[in-house]
């Protein structure tokens, strides 16, 4: 009995990527109904099949071909390649970002510690969760420092004298100002990205890329905007370069006037009220901004 190819696909089972990857695939018309607590989920109408684990296993369920792809934040995949003990993980290649998960792997040290820069970290000691990224930030700069590594909590450190200064996962900052520290220096930025294993099957592949095509659109809808106005005829190439990321819209004519046109544009950046005002200042009028659900080329 032959069975028919599907992708697998590694997200994470619970946490900050959880939501979003879901709604990804979701908006991929990938339908999916796992029940809590489930670690494994076939999808019922596209050849794919979903493995929910531990973010940190992501980079080595990829790379040893468990699943062909995964998504798992930057920061993951390049410090469980900076360290891993088991062999390289080596067999993996960042396939596109998905633009969510952002947050940065940032410096920071008490409000009373004399910083000037990041030479004055040597010699101190500095807690993380991300050893193998902060070291080759250390080498890079010719810094030494001793490096404490802490699975969590590391923004107490400072305050139980365990170390000087952290190197921790950032996005508002709300945390640290809460345990009186100030973030100094971004070491690493990271976002949520989709991993692909290096060798995937051809027929395994075909899906694949369908799934890329898919996300790549959503992630374009996402960013654009359809935009419609009307515009003086004369006016024309004035609008037309103050459409932003737009290259070549649509000139449609209007019913009962020779001196004006519709014009339609798919707009790449998002539109500003003070794009609007600019268009209407150059001529146009009845400016229409649309989102676009779906998107494919
Ligand atoms: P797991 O149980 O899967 O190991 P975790 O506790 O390691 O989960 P989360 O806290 O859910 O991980 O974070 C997952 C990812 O979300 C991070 O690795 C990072 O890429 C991203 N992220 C975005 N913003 C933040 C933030 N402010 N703090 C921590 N991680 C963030
Ligand atoms: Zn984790």
Redesign the pocket.
């Known amino acids: 009995m032959s069975t028919e190819p599907r992708l697998q696909i590694a997200i ?7 939501d979003e990857s879901i709604d990804l695939l979701k908006k991929c018309g990938i339908s999916l109904t796992r029940s809590k607590d489930q670690l494994f989920c076939k999808s019922g109408n596209f050849p794919v099949d979903v493995f929910f ?4 296993d992501i980079p080595a369920f990829v790379s040893e071909g468990v699943c062909q792809i995964g998504i ?5 995949l390049i410090e469980k390649q900076a360290t891993a003990q088991d062999g390289p993980l080596d067999a993996i290649d960042t396939l596109l970002p998905l633009g969510f ?3 940065r792997l940032s410096l920071a040290v008490p409000h009373d510690f004399d910083y000037d820069g990041p030479a004055s970290l040597a010699g101190k000691t500095i807690a993380t969760s991300y050893k193998g990224i902060l070291k080759q930030y250390l080498d890079d700069q010719g810094i030494k420092a001793k490096i404490v590594t802490m699975e ?1 909590a590391v923004e107490i450190a400072p305050r139980t004298g365990l170390a000087d200064a952290i190197c921790d ?4 900052g709300a ?1 640290l100002a809460t345990n009186g520290l100030k973030e100094t220096d971004i070491v690493f930025e ?3 990205v989709l991993i692909q294993n290096t060798s995937i099957d051809a027929d395994i592949q075909d899906i694949l890329d369908r799934l890329v095509l898919r996300l790549k659109g959503v992630l374009r809808s996402r960013s654009s905007k359809y935009i419609m106005l009307h515009s003086p005829v004369s006016k024309l190439d004035d609008i037309r370069d103050a459409l932003p990321g737009s290259e070549s819209p649509t000139i449609v004519p209007l019913e009962g006037t020779d001196d004006r046109v519709a014009v339609h544009a798919v707009c790449d950046e998002a539109v500003f009220w003070d794009t609007m005002e600019d268009l209407k200042a150059k001529g146009a009028s009845a400016i229409l901004v649309l989102p676009i659900e779906k998107m494919l080329d």
Do not use: A, F, I
């Open positions: 994470q089972k619970s946490g900050r990527l959880y684990v531990r973010d940190d798992v934040g930057e920061n993951v998960g952002k947050c969590g996962l950032v996005s508002t945390t990271s976002q949520s």
